[in-house]
């Protein structure tokens, strides 16, 4: 009976999502520590199994594996189209997130993933979730993050996977920037550097061969206006000051706005990006490009729904959190996800 429902399920949504009309999605979400139940010996996973305060066991995980397959196909059910290219952070390893492309609604989307072992101590890493109906991969690698000042110092890869959509060449990086512990001055330093090391590649993508579309997202660790952003990405804000090899962040204006894709010390944040080169965000090459949302004057845009907020309590209208300390809230992250439009 199970797997007729299943089947059943997978057949439904394989109809109303099989004429879906374009724009393409590209969705970035931290996924807020998605370990698996099992410890690792090679990682600091401890915190997150069964024997552990936090108790993290299948029941628990199955319902935030729930949780996180909500978010995914209720981004897809906007337009009636899986995204097709879904960066994530902090999720464990790769059988995580095998079990995310196989759950009901998603499977019909037939996703493949870019995933490798990073450096980091707890295990946590970056990945690609990829619809191979439509990108159509051309490779992937994962570039070790370099810290000049520290040369010890290790974090999460910066993944990259390139190919094509529609026959246009696109190169995707995700990351997890180095965290604000120590303070956000103190630690800025490592920001900038990883933003000059992503600067750099896309540089060297964009002199091959300028019409590829280069796409950057994830969890930034710092505002859209901070100096990583400036001085380490170069990024730049508005449209209209755009020239071929800049990189643009939608998310300034939205930051601006009072936006946010998480919350702390009663202020909102967005350190959720994705950042595009400019032949993408005008569509100075090729025919796709950056498209707003029906009705929006953002090109950026951040999933925010009433179930993923806190209820009560002093921090009512936060991302409700998986845990807060040891005790378990069922909830999905601490962030909010992030989506941009490529269109025609």
């Known amino acids: 009976m199970k797997k007729l429902v299943l089947a059943t399920v997978f057949f439904a949504l394989l109809i109303s999502f099989s004429f879906a009309q374009k724009p393409y999605k590209v969705v970035?979400?931290?996924?807020?520590?998605?370990?698996?139940?099992?410890?690792?010996?090679?990682?600091k996973d401890d915190e997150f199994t069964p024997e552990a305060p936090k108790k993290w066991n299948s029941a628990k995980y199955y319902k935030k594996l729930a949780n996180i397959e909500r978010v995914f196909f209720d981004i897809a059910s906007i337009n009636k189209d899986y995204p097709v290219v879904i960066g994530v952070s902090e999720v464990e390893n790769r059988n995580v997130l095998e079990d995310i492309v196989a759950t009901p609604k998603l499977a019909p989307a037939n996703y493949r993933i870019s995933h490798f072992d990073s450096p980091e101590a707890r295990g946590v890493d970056v990945a690609f979730m990829y619809r191979p109906d439509v990108f159509k991969i051309e490779g992937e690698r994962a570039v070790r993050t370099v810290i000049p000042t520290i040369p010890d110092f290790k974090t999460r890869d910066i993944l990259t996977m390139?190919?094509?959509?529609?026959?246009?060449?696109f190169f995707f990086m995700v990351i997890h920037w180095p965290s604000r512990l120590g303070g956000k001055e103190a630690s800025e330093s490592k920001r900038i550097?990883?933003?000059?090391?992503?600067?750099?590649?896309?540089?060297?993508?964009?002199?091959?061969?300028?019409?590829?579309?280069?796409?950057?997202?994830?969890?930034?660790?710092?505002d859209p206006t901070d100096k990583s952003f400036t001085q380490g990405l170069k990024v730049k804000f508005k449209l209209k000051d755009l020239k071929a090899g800049d990189l643009y962040n939608p998310y300034a204006d939205m930051l601006k706005a009072g936006y946010g894709t998480l919350?702390?010390?009663?202020?909102?944040?967005?350190?959720?990006n994705i950042v595009v080169s400019e032949n993408l965000a005008k569509g100075s090459t090729g025919k796709l490009k950056l498209e707003q949302a029906p009705g929006s004057k953002f090109y950026g845009n951040i999933f925010k729904q009433h179930y993923m907020l806190q209820k009560e309590g002093q921090y009512k209208g936060y991302p409700l959190r998986t845990y807060v300390g040891n005790n378990f809230q069922g909830g999905y992250s601490d962030h909010f996800p992030v989506y941009i439009y490529i269109g025609k």
């Open 28 to 43: 970035f979400y931290n996924i807020e520590n998605f370990f698996d139940t099992i410890n690792d010996p090679e990682v």
């Open 162 to 169: 390139w190919g094509t959509i529609e026959n246009e060449p």
């Open 193 to 222: 550097a990883v933003g000059q090391q992503m600067r750099s590649i896309a540089d060297s993508v964009l002199q091959a061969n300028p019409a590829t579309k280069v796409v950057m997202m994830g969890d930034f660790n710092d």
């Open 263 to 272: 919350a702390y010390g009663d202020a909102w944040n967005i350190f959720d």
